[in-house]
């Protein structure tokens, strides 16, 4: 299939699987993973009518969005974030779906252009799983940062929260509890509603937990150039 066909393919699924949990397909949204794909693949994608777009790496989504050419997008960073990179990381990107930690808000929020009143949304990433290595906060912790983000970082716009599925477990038990972490933040923020959660292989089980944004990358971009 083409870049065209392998897009409608993954929305009539992603309508499918609303419909059977009972959802309005309308409340989705799907962000394209355009990791190491050129960014004549994202001029592609705009013109098919994609306005969601989601890269891992500072440096790819810097130059992409330099090089970029096309119709508006809204650019969501997606990966593992470095302190030391949060002011590039502002000035790129529209939203950060990674935030698991108080230092990383903190430099995301001192990050703000002088004058730029434009809030920067962000998610808490959720760690998911037992290692305390991987990325996110732990569930345990979620409140405390919400609270924090809500309170010193004024800058930051609290939009809810995100999860990766573990390898080693069923998608639907993770997700459950990405849903409980997500009435947490809900708590301290009720307007904090967005779950970005599911990939290619487990969104449809993402949208039956309540995932309100999607990110499928190689299921419509084809796979992946090999990268050096």
């Not at 990383?104 to 809030?119: F, K, M, Q, S």
């Not at 933040?185 to 967005?194: H, K, L, Q």
């Not at 990939?199 to 990358?217: K, W």
Request: hydrophobic residues 45%; neutral net charge; charged residues 25%.
């Amino acid at each position: 299939m083409n870049l065209r066909s392998r897009l409608a393919d993954i929305d009539a699924r992603i309508s499918d699987a609303a419909r059977a949990a009972g959802r309005d397909s309308s409340e989705l949204t799907r962000i394209v993973v355009t990791k190491f794909h050129p960014v004549d693949l994202v001029e592609e994608l705009a013109a098919l009518g994609v306005t969601d777009v989601g890269e891992n790496r500072q440096q790819e989504v810097t130059a992409k969005r330099a090089a970029y050419d096309g119709g508006p997008l809204r650019w969501h960073f997606i990966g593992q974030a470095q302190t030391n990179k949060a002011r590039a990381i502002r000035a790129v990107a529209d939203v950060v779906h990674s935030v698991d930690r108080v230092r990383l808000a903190d430099a995301l929020h001192a990050a703000a252009p002088e004058g730029d009143t434009a809030p920067l949304d962000v998610l808490l990433q959720v760690n998911l799983t037992t290692d305390t290595g991987r990325g996110g906060v732990a569930p345990v912790d979620v409140e405390a940062l919400a609270q924090h983000v809500r309170a010193q970082c004024p800058s930051l716009r609290l939009r809810g929260v995100m999860g990766v599925a573990p390898l080693d477990e069923a998608p639907a038990s993770a997700f459950a509890r990405l849903a409980e972490s997500s009435a947490v933040v809900r708590g301290v923020d009720r307007a904090a509603t967005w779950i970005s959660a599911g990939m290619t292989g487990d969104f449809v089980e993402a949208i039956a937990a309540g995932a309100t944004h999607l990110r499928i990358g190689s299921a419509i971009t084809g796979p992946r150039p090999t990268h050096g």
